[in-house]
């Protein structure tokens, strides 16, 4: 069976967006491969979280990924630095690493730009560059920033992984894995490490839209709906979504804010009941204020059963424990025999 690893950044709530471009994908894939899902909290310390905060982020994302459907039973899901073998494969993949091919990965210039640019703001000038290169203050750049894409690679190929799904805005990382795993195998004269290839999520998978006229749903956008929102919540989001006056010519093409209603109760309601909104819509007798309140109702159905078990998982401490434990278990096993592999390639002696 091949192996499948993805990363996930421990940012908050999923929300419906999150479910229907990857979760859901991750459902089917944890039957047909050999699934390492992982939550990255070594990656977030980049940006220097408290410790409470990073114990309960990865409590959230744990929590709400079981919620959804991901079985502990079929996937080995973890927590990155409950696996420190990771952290010395990426010791050695640094040392072939460049700073110059590191420094040009657009993500790490887009970061370091827009710490600049926070710097700025708080520093007189002429310290900026003190601020940002040298000084260990939560807005400097530093070299874990610099080095996440080997970080990344050493989640990747620590479990000799071949399939990786991540959205489109991962390539370049997922490049320079593949570069560091040639990297080895050419410097070692080894065939050991496959080249992860990456999996889209993107094209296949569902885009929500967001519920304010344009784009789709996004944490950072302000319009997602969380699969923890209760009822209460879905129907305000909802009912705000932006409409028009409605159509006055039969048949007429949709513009995007009620496109977007649509597309929403395409994922969410019956065929039945986006069939007879639809066809209200081309007989220009819509009521938007119906067509919103069945949308609320139907997100909320499908959010209800996922919103209790996420509130029944985060009160079982005991479970979420339980749970953290296999998979770190499961995960070293695989990570240690690749390293103990790794370490006598390179010239270490065994463990
Ligand atoms: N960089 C990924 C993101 O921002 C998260 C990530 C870290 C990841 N390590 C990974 C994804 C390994 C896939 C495989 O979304």
């Known amino acids: 069976m091949e192996t499948v690893v993805s990363g996930i950044r421990p940012t908050g709530n999923l929300h419906l967006g999150n479910y229907f471009g990857a979760v859901k994908s991750f459902l089917q894939m944890q039957n047909e491969y050999n699934c390492f899902f992982f939550i990255a909290d070594w990656h977030s310390l980049t940006t220097h979280p408290r410790p409470e905060n990073i114990r309960n982020s990865a409590k959230t994302i744990l929590a709400e990924y079981l919620a959804c459907g991901i079985d502990p039973e079929k996937a080995t899901i973890y927590i990155q630095s409950d696996v420190r073998e990771v952290a010395e494969l990426y010791l050695y993949l640094n040392m072939n690493a460049g700073i110059g091919e590191l420094m040009r990965t657009t993500s790490f210039k887009d970061k370091a730009r827009q ?27 530093n070299a874990g920033l610099l080095t996440y894409p080997t970080l990344m690679a050493a989640d990747i190929i620590i479990h000799k992984a071949v399939k990786v799904p991540v959205g489109k805005d991962q390539e370049q990382n997922m490049e320079m894995a593949r570069r560091f795993a040639r990297r080895f195998n050419s410097t070692y004269e080894v065939e050991f490490f496959p080249e992860p290839a990456s999996f889209h999520l993107t094209e296949k998978a569902v885009k929500v839209p967001g519920l304010d006229g344009s784009g789709k749903m996004g944490k950072s956008e302000g319009n997602a709906i969380y699969l923890i929102d209760d009822e209460k919540a879905i129907k305000k989001k909802v009912m705000k979504a932006v409409t028009d006056a409605g159509p006055t010519e039969p048949n007429s093409v949709k513009p995007e804010p ?19 909104f639809n066809e209200k819509y081309n007989n220009c007798e819509i009521r938007y204020g119906d067509l919103k309140k069945q949308l609320a109702e139907d997100i909320n159905n499908f959010c209800a059963p996922i919103r209790e078990r996420i509130l029944d998982i985060r009160s079982n401490e005991e479970y979420m424990e339980k749970v953290a434990r296999m998979g770190a278990e499961k995960a070293s096993a695989s990570a240690a025999k690749t390293l103990a592999e790794v370490r006598e390639i390179i010239g270490f002696r065994p463990y």
């Open 115 to 141: 710490m600049l640019h926070i710097d700025r703001v708080n520093t007189a000038e002429g310290d900026v560059e003190k601020e940002i290169f040298n000084e260990g203050n939560r807005h400097s750049v």
């Open 258 to 276: 009620i496109a977007n209603l649509f597309a929403m109760m395409d994922i969410v309601s019956t065929k039945d009941t986006y069939d007879y």
